[in-house]
């Protein structure tokens, strides 16, 4: 058939190997990835557990979101409400007759304070509301276990306690004047910013 010398074999074989060299070159790349190396094997396991680790951490971020949501609205329903600081004054009065009432006690006076801002940035602030009374030591005593352990946030923050020459019952009653602060939400309220 074909009649080829000695020396024509020879460059043919050794461009074919050239040949098959050259396209062994350029498809390496592609073998390469496709049969990775065991220090790709390391890498990718060690991306693939950082990413494991970060999935993880996000699922725990988002459950802790949750529960801090819940929190806030559980926290949300012990706000007074109201158009007005003067509004939810009211209804801080309104709880404060009930505890009276159910003590046996007369208010004499109920004056509503300014109230502040708790922080920049937060919306809640103070609603102040003070009271002058007269009680006996059991009753007072009871009132401002009624007032911590309202359904509301409420808290005594000034008081003022002196004897009277008064009695009622053979016990002598205590003078005492109160500033009982409301938490209110200002969020939606134009009256809140200050």
């Given at each position: 058939?074909?009649?080829?010398?000695?020396?024509?074999?020879?460059?043919?074989?050794?461009?074919?190997?050239?040949?098959?060299?050259?396209?062994?070159?350029?498809?390496?790349?592609?073998?390469?990835?496709?049969?990775?190396?065991?220090?790709?094997?390391?890498?990718?396991?060690?991306?693939?557990?950082?990413?494991?680790?970060?999935?993880?951490?996000?699922?725990?971020?988002?459950?802790?979101?949750?529960?801090?949501?819940?929190?806030?609205?559980?926290?949300?329903?012990?706000?007074?409400?109201?158009?007005?600081?003067?509004?939810a004054a009211v209804e801080i009065q309104s709880i404060?007759?009930?505890?009276?009432?159910?003590n046996n006690m007369e208010i004499s006076s109920i004056?509503?304070?300014?109230?502040?801002?708790?922080?920049?940035?937060?919306?809640?602030?103070?609603?102040?509301?003070?009271?002058?009374?007269?009680?006996?030591?059991?009753?007072?005593?009871?009132?401002?276990?009624?007032?911590?352990?309202?359904?509301?946030?409420?808290?005594?923050?000034?008081?003022?306690?002196?004897?009277?020459?008064?009695?009622?019952?053979?016990?002598?009653?205590?003078?005492v004047t109160m500033t009982v602060a409301g938490l209110?939400?200002?969020?939606?309220?134009?009256?809140?910013?200050?």
């Amino acid at each position: 058939m074909f009649n080829i010398d000695q020396r024509k074999k020879y460059i043919f074989t050794i461009g074919l190997i050239l040949l098959i060299l050259a396209i062994f070159y350029r498809t390496y790349p592609i073998v390469e990835s496709a049969y990775p190396t065991e220090e790709k094997i390391a890498l990718l396991k060690t991306q693939f557990a950082g990413y494991k680790h970060q999935f993880e951490k996000s699922k725990q971020l988002k459950s802790k979101i949750q529960q801090s949501t819940n929190m806030l609205i559980e926290f949300e329903t012990h706000l007074f409400k109201g158009e007005t600081p003067a509004l939810a004054a009211v209804e801080i009065q309104s709880i404060l007759d009930q505890i009276a009432s159910e003590n046996n006690m007369e208010i004499s006076s109920i004056q509503v304070l300014k109230g502040k801002k708790i922080q920049i940035g937060l919306p809640y602030g103070n609603v102040n509301v003070r009271l002058t009374f007269a009680s006996t030591i059991s009753k007072f005593k009871s009132m401002l276990y009624a007032i911590d352990t309202s359904s509301k946030f409420l808290k005594v923050t000034e008081i003022t306690v002196r004897s009277s020459s008064r009695k009622k019952d053979d016990n002598r009653l205590l003078d005492v004047t109160m500033t009982v602060a409301g938490l209110m939400d200002l969020s939606s309220k134009i009256s809140g910013k200050e």
